[in-house]
């Protein structure tokens, strides 16, 4: 199975309600699609939202690295020359890891493809459904309260919570949706780098001591603070999860070699794709640390993939894929299907991905 093109394009999906973090605000979600031809008539799918606040990647980015590196190293390759073409999209150029995570995943779907069975099970994995939590928005608190029991009532057992703007303010806010949802429901807080060491700790057990119940914090302190990170995980009551800290294998590496961190988020957007995902899985095992998968704001083809990673490696526990329910319309046929928080992957070949429409064209490399 020859690679004869590689064809890319955007698309924009609108969310439903804006979404708001410690870092942004966003309506509408911005991907690049990726097609991968061949000279057979299986076609792969892949996608790399432009997050430029979290990786650095921007559209023009994204698409000057498919034109000017990715593309060049593939067409005319053999995709069954597998383990060799994932090293060359690694290999390519530094950096640019949505790009490489959206060629990463196209080939995967192919070569899954190629030999007629879905990724999941091409890696192993015998689980094709996850349970996925809901990120609610940051608002009032009385909003938020609404917002997470129409969650609850939609049949999600897991919020997320976005924090770290106004530590009072976000107390208030967790202890509204604490008192509106049932009491088994599990509430993890995502801070996006927003405090320092000592207020982390300091504020992660007032959360405690005041009974709000938090299952995890995802990278409360800056990214490149592992020293810091540490700090936290072994001062604070509430589990840490080390998110924009790791990209790539080599960041899971050090993370889990100081104990830095009491679990880690695999994003294929941060680490390049499945090829890398799998490494940081792999690392986290040998080391006993449970992975959640998550994802950008993102469309249903990358999320797909995730999906597909996730089923395969049961260190991954936890699951933050909530990406396509929080979209008002969903351009991607075939795949995962989301119904709410559960997730279940199809039995079709490769990601199951057989259309992205309304794409509309950037750019083009034909053999
Ligand atoms: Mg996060």
């Known amino acids: 199975m020859k690679i004869t093109a590689l064809e890319w394009g955007r698309v924009s999906i609108p969310l439903r309600t804006p979404f708001k973090t410690a870092l942004r605000t966003v309506a509408s979600v911005e991907d690049i699609i990726l097609r991968i031809h061949t000279d057979t008539e299986h076609v792969g799918f892949g996608e790399a939202p432009p ?4 990786t650095g990647d921007t559209a023009e980015g994204i698409c000057g690295a498919l034109k000017n590196h990715l593309a060049p190293a593939l067409l005319g390759r053999e995709v069954e020359d597998f383990e060799t073409l994932m090293h060359t999209v690694q290999t390519a150029l530094v950096h640019n890891s949505s790009a490489k995570a959206a060629v990463d995943m196209a080939l995967w779907d192919l070569y899954g493809k190629r030999y007629g069975i879905p990724v999941y099970k091409l890696l192993g994995g015998a689980r094709n459904q996850l349970v996925t939590d809901l990120t609610i928005s940051v608002n009032s608190p009385e909003e938020m309260a609404r917002d ?16 770290g703007v106004d530590p009072a303010l976000d107390v208030a806010r967790l202890a509204a ?10 509430i993890r807080i995502d801070a ?11 504020i992660l057990n007032g959360m405690q001591e005041k009974g709000l119940d938090i299952e995890l914090v995802e990278q409360p302190v800056k990214a490149h603070d592992l020293e810091g990170l540490k700090y936290v995980t072994q001062h604070s009551y509430v589990p840490v999860l080390a998110d924009e800290a790791v990209f790539g294998p080599e960041d899971a590496l050090r993370i889990l070699q100081l104990g830095a961190a009491d679990l880690i988020n695999i994003k294929l957007m941060k680490c390049g794709g499945i090829h890398n995902a799998l490494k940081i899985a792999t690392l986290a095992e040998l ?21 597909h990673l996730a089923c395969a490696r049961g260190i991954v526990t936890k699951v933050d894929l909530d990406g396509p329910m929080l979209c008002a319309s969903d351009p991607v046929r075939g795949g995962a299907v989301f119904q709410e928080k559960d997730i279940t992957l199809p039995d079709a070949p490769g990601l199951g991905v057989t259309d992205v429409e309304g794409v509309i064209p950037i750019d083009a490399v034909r053999l």
């Open 287 to 307: 080391y006993g640390v449970q992975c959640m998968i998550g994802c950008m704001l993102e469309g249903r083809v990358a999320v797909n993939a995730a999906a």
């Open 192 to 202: 996006n780098q927003a405090w320092t060491p000592r207020e982390a700790v300091r």
């Open 177 to 186: 949706v604490r008192a509106a949802v049932p009491a088994d429901t599990v």
């Open 51 to 54: 997050t430029g606040v979290i």
């Open 148 to 163: 997470a029991r129409i969650a609850i009532d939609r049949g999600f057992d897991c919020l997320k919570m976005k924090v």
